[in-house]
């Protein structure tokens, strides 16, 4: 499952989460490579139900995307222990996000 997480939940759904392991994907609807990257993320939630994958909307959360320097979208981060650990900018295949994730 993909979780939609807005700046109002961004804190407590990214950085607080202490117990899994987060992949947190700045995107926007009006993006192409995002419209891309969408079922690949899908996929990789399904199979991987020990990593927290969050959305982003860029558009609607820009605080967050300030908070990690979000320069372009699609945007994936690595969060463990509110710690990025790992970071890719642009469509990431389904073997580039478990690499990303595989800590």
């Known amino acids: ?24 994907v700045f995107s926007a609807p009006w993006c192409g490579p995002c419209r891309a990257q969408a079922p690949i993320l899908e996929q990789f939630a399904a199979e991987n139900a020990d990593i927290k994958v969050c959305k982003i909307n860029t558009d609607l959360s820009e605080a967050a995307a300030v908070t990690f320097a979000v320069r372009g979208v699609p945007a994936l981060f690595t969060v463990k222990n509110g710690q990025v650990v790992n970071k890719a900018a642009g469509v990431q295949s389904l073997d580039a996000l478990k690499k990303m994730t595989d800590l």
């Open 1 to 24: 499952m993909v979780h939609e997480i807005t700046d109002h939940t961004f804190e407590k759904e990214v950085m607080q989460e202490n117990h899994q392991t987060v992949l947190a």
